[in-house]
């Protein structure tokens, strides 16, 4: 079993729909939670962060932790064209290192 | 100019050859990393190193070196490349400290071994 894992997609929404994109990690003593933006042919870029169960809310974007069920979600709301990329989700292994783990990504298209 | 700064952007070489990925960093930050992107695998870590003298094998070092010149500057080497190794590469930078968990990615160099 994959460390974390996401729906490789492609998911496609019409423009202003809300977007839900899904996450589930498999270390139970996970500890921070991240989601990265990446449009294509560019670098990642952190969009959220939550540590914490509950909801998270920045504008457009809300994420949704549940460390018991041990997922994590993105929801994008009023979802435009410009928001078509993929969409990382990253978990912090505890630890001394505390680097991320990535999860392949979830591919999202906004149609017009 | 960027905070993260990779060089070459884009490269390709033929089998056996060695080569070299540089990464350089304006942000100050102590802890660099280095990750491989392949279609459908995400990303995945290669080498971390937390300061100069503190240097780590990730979950994909096999065929990898990197070397730690300063706090600024981390770079990654293939010995002797091989065609598996065609990949974007990322070199990203971080803060350190607990539930500091952004990273900082440099633009990606495209590697293609032939």
């Known amino acids: 079993q994959k460390e974390v894992e996401q729906n490789s997609g492609p998911l496609s929404v019409p423009e202003g729909a809300i977007a839900s994109l899904n996450c589930t990690y498999s270390?139970?003593?996970?500890?921070?939670f991240f989601w990265y933006r990446q449009y294509s042919g560019k670098s990642p870029e952190l969009i959220m962060s939550i540590y914490s169960n509950g909801d998270k809310e920045d504008g457009r974007f809300t994420a949704q932790l549940n460390k018991a069920s041990q997922y994590v979600s993105l929801l994008i709301r009023d979802s435009q064209p410009s928001d078509s990329a993929t969409y990382l989700c990253a978990v912090s292994v505890p630890g001394s290192a505390r680097q991320l783990t990535f999860g392949s990504g979830t591919q999202l298209t906004v149609l017009p | 100019d960027a905070d993260v700064t990779q060089t070459p952007r884009n490269r390709i070489t033929k089998t056996g050859k060695r080569i070299m990925l540089e990464c350089s960093q304006t942000?100050?930050?102590?802890?660099m990393y280095w990750y491989r992107q392949d279609p459908g695998l995400g990303l995945r870590l290669i080498y971390y190193s937390f300061d100069v003298k503190d240097i780590n094998k990730g979950e994909i070092s096999d065929g990898y070196s990197v070397s730690r010149q300063a706090q600024a500057k981390f770079s990654l080497s293939l010995e002797s490349a091989i065609p598996n190794q065609t990949a974007l590469y990322f070199c990203a930078t971080r803060v350190g400290g607990p539930n500091t968990g952004e990273l900082f990615f440099g633009e990606g160099s495209r590697l293609t071994v032939l």
């Open positions: 942000k100050g930050h102590d802890r």
């Open positions: 270390d139970r003593v996970s500890q921070s």
